[in-house]
């Protein structure tokens, strides 16, 4: 049986997710650095292909003035491309390392799903699981009547935002093991968290929403 608070907060339909009143699903998400390593993984990716084009880049430039007509010559581009990437993973570890520490090992992220889009938005270090939870919550049910208002209370409210429309998303990555859904445009790249309770529900929805992804 309902009570007039669950009213208030909206809908729950999965063990942490809500569809709140504005028609607006949100869940909270702790996630772990040390036990998930996806946001690493990521950074590794993205410098992977960074190296990779510079050296295309100069590979083309070697071939069309002839730099490159020896196998020491070769060896050199193959050298370089060791250094780089050696360097980039060092440099990438520490950064980790020190983001991590400054974060606890572990950073609060709240979502917001609808037919259109999904928004990810990092909260501030201090805000623990229960308050983003209630905070949420109680925000919206005072607001019920004005979900514009509550939006933009929430995103302001965040220290860091990104938002993804479900029409354009070209990719979805589905990565169980490591709780996570990669959200991925032509450009830019979106990673859902999920509890292993909520899973099914958000990797159905964005199955059936994001129309024009390619699954893996």
């Known amino acids: 049986m309902k009570t007039e608070h669950d009213t208030l907060q909206g809908e729950r339909v999965t063990a942490n997710i809500w569809r709140c009143p504005d028609g607006v699903y949100r869940w909270s998400y702790e996630y772990h650095m040390l036990k998930n390593p996806t946001i690493l993984f990521t950074v590794w ?41 050696g360097i980039m993973l060092c440099l990438s570890v520490i950064a980790y390392l020190i983001l991590g520490a400054l974060y606890g090992w572990k950073y609060q992220v709240l979502f917001e799903m ?41 995103t302001s409210a965040a220290s860091s935002t990104m938002t993804t429309e479900l029409r354009n998303v070209a990719a979805l990555k589905i990565r169980r093991s490591r709780n996570t859904i ?24 964005l199955k059936q929403h994001c129309i024009n992804a390619k699954i893996s």
């Open 114 to 154: 609808t037919d259109e889009y999904v928004r990810h938005i990092q909260m501030p270090k201090q805000f623990k699981k229960a308050q983003a939870i209630g905070w949420v919550t109680a925000l919206v049910g005072a607001m019920s009547g004005k979900p514009t208002v509550a939006g933009i209370g929430l």
């Open 182 to 205: 990669h959200v991925n445009q032509k450009l830019d790249r979106n990673q859902v968290y999920v509890e292993d309770a909520d899973f099914d529900f958000v990797e159905h929805f």
């Open 45 to 85: 990716k993205v410098l992977g292909i960074s190296i990779g084009a510079v050296l295309a880049f100069s590979f083309l430039i070697g071939l069309c003035d002839g730099s490159y007509q020896s196998a020491e010559d070769w060896q050199g581009l193959g050298t370089l491309f060791l250094i780089l990437a």
